[in-house]
């Protein structure tokens, strides 16, 4: 079975940043690709940043490109985001997905951590 569990929100002032780690359970991880989400309070889950299973390429959405960055160790089953620049906005609860090869969605989901961005 896998899941994922995060670890690592918190709070931080605007500029600031955020390092955070998501563990997952379960073999074959490097079959996974692993991405990070986030839900704001009244809003919709939004799609932060996707890694292959490989680790060779990332992806980002617009809103968080050129100051979030997704890495993974396969070796540990660990996928990390780090969070650079922090505007009130990032505040959200940010999730963890793993989504088979293959697949066209993420299957497994972490429970989520919470991240509050102060002005």
């Known amino acids: 079975q896998v899941q994922p569990v995060e670890s690592g929100g918190g709070l931080v002032q605007a500029g600031g940043s955020l390092r955070f780690s998501c563990v997952v359970s379960?073999?074959?991880?490097?079959?996974?690709?692993m991405g990070w989400f986030r839900q704001a309070p009244g809003t919709e889950r939004e799609y932060i940043a996707t890694i292959t299973g490989t680790g060779n390429s990332a992806y980002y959405a617009d809103s968080v490109r050129g100051r979030f960055t997704i890495s993974r160790d396969n070796a540990k089953n660990t996928v990390t985001l780090q969070m650079n620049s922090l505007k009130p906005e990032d505040t959200a609860v940010y999730y963890c997905?793993?989504?088979?090869?293959?697949?066209?969605?993420?299957?497994?989901w972490g429970r989520g951590t919470q991240v509050t961005v102060s002005s």
């Open positions: 379960g073999d074959y991880f490097s079959k996974y690709a």
């Open positions: 997905a793993a989504r088979r090869l293959g697949a066209q969605v993420f299957d497994y």
